[in-house]
């Protein structure tokens, strides 16, 4: 954190306000998500990773973490492994999603295409 500390500056009462105006416009919409696209903040929804991860699912049988370290380093979201973790879930629960060899650590469970 203190290596940013150079790029601090105020910002005005009208920025700040701004600011403010911007983020109770994002939570009126009361989204589960927000994501910042083209540095603007938004509101999306839960699945907005989803066609990124799908486009990442090998062709064979693979390892979560396999997939969760394409997705991240493909496209460098700046978000936690653990979200796309919970993604990947839900694409199990769907039956998008097959599990081929269940493992307590679900980072090794290994799976392939529903």
Do not use: S, T
């Given at each position: 954190f203190?290596?940013?500390l150079h790029l601090e500056t105020e910002i005005t009462p009208t920025v700040r306000q701004a600011m403010?105006?911007?983020?109770?416009?994002?939570?009126?919409e009361n989204a589960p998500l927000r994501v910042v696209i083209n540095g603007r903040l938004h509101s999306a929804d839960a699945?907005?990773?989803d066609n990124f991860?799908?486009?990442?699912?090998?062709k064979d049988s693979f390892r979560?973490?396999?997939?969760?370290?394409?997705?991240?380093?493909?496209n460098q979201f700046g978000i936690a492994d653990g979200f796309i973790a919970q993604r990947i879930q839900q694409m199990i629960e769907s039956g998008e999603l097959k599990v081929i060899s269940s493992n307590s650590a679900f980072y090794a469970t290994v799976l392939s295409k529903g």
């Open positions: 203190a290596h940013y403010a105006e911007e983020w109770q416009a994002l939570m009126d699945d907005f990773y991860i799908r486009r990442e699912i090998p979560v973490a396999q997939l969760i370290g394409r997705v991240l380093a493909k």
